[in-house]
């Protein structure tokens, strides 16, 4: 497996437009989980996925932002609109769950969104 | 609702000497996984080790070792002969197993570390 693929990898984008971020999980895996990174915050959860229901949103800073996963191989994270203060990396993970006897999350190699 | 404290913004050490990290979390749950994570200057987040909450003896993973106490809720990691190539912003991280959310995989803010030659 290529392992989770996000994409994409660069995104600069002006105030007010929506942004899409995508993310492949690895297959097999039952749970995804969308993360925020900044240097104030450290690593933020925003929302997570389990068999592609969502589990828990309540880490999603804002209406502005959503988060769907029409099936297992693929997930969105979409901001509209877009504010500087978005400006972030924005990391997907994926794990194949406790109930499959593997707690280790494989993460993509984020998407730097900047918001000019 | 369980957190993820991380103290230590930024520790520096010498190659070949030994670093601790510190962590502490807060949870009502019993039963939980806690793991250091290691992210490089690529951005890779890269798993470094892990622990089961209900095991005693602290896990080890060649250079690296945590030294687990549960009534503390105290969760830190030792690296050992460090290296340049440890170099890296290390993330503790809890997940809630069989509980409401579980699977829940939770953060600290990091800890930079930086090893000199």
């Known amino acids: 497996d290529a392992g989770v693929i996000q994409s994409p990898r660069h995104e600069v984008t002006e105030m007010g437009q929506e942004v899409t971020l995508r993310c492949k999980p690895i297959s097999g895996h039952d749970y995804l989980f969308w993360y925020r990174q900044t240097m104030m915050r450290g690593l933020e959860l925003l929302i997570y996925?389990?068999?592609?229901?969502?589990?828990?949103d309540s880490g999603m800073p804002e209406d502005r932002f959503s988060a769907k996963m029409p099936n297992a191989s693929f997930s969105t994270l979409k901001i509209q609109p877009s504010e500087p203060r978005d400006s972030a990396v924005y990391f997907c993970?994926?794990?194949?769950?406790?109930?499959?006897?593997?707690?280790?999350?494989?993460f993509g190699q984020g998407t730097r969104l900047t918001v000019v | 609702a369980q957190t993820v404290t991380q103290s230590q913004p930024e520790m520096s050490v010498q190659e070949a000497e030994t670093v601790t990290l510190s962590c502490t979390y807060d949870?009502?749950?019993?039963?939980?996984?806690l793991f250091w994570y290691k992210q490089p200057p690529s951005r890779q987040m890269i798993l470094v080790i892990r622990q089961e909450a209900y095991k005693q003896q602290n896990a080890t993973e060649n250079r690296f070792s945590v030294n687990f106490q549960k009534a503390a809720k105290s969760f830190s990691l030792k690296i050992s002969d460090s290296q340049l190539g440890d170099t890296a912003m290390y993330f503790c991280?809890?997940?809630?197993?069989?509980?409401?959310?579980?699977?829940?995989?939770?953060f600290g803010t990091g800890t930079r570390l930086q090893v000199f030659p």
């Open positions: 996925f389990n068999n592609n229901v969502p589990i828990d």
């Open positions: 949870t009502s749950e019993s039963n939980y996984y």
């Open positions: 993970a994926s794990s194949p769950g406790t109930d499959r006897g593997d707690t280790e999350a494989f």
């Open positions: 991280a809890f997940m809630t197993p069989r509980s409401y959310n579980t699977d829940k995989l939770i």
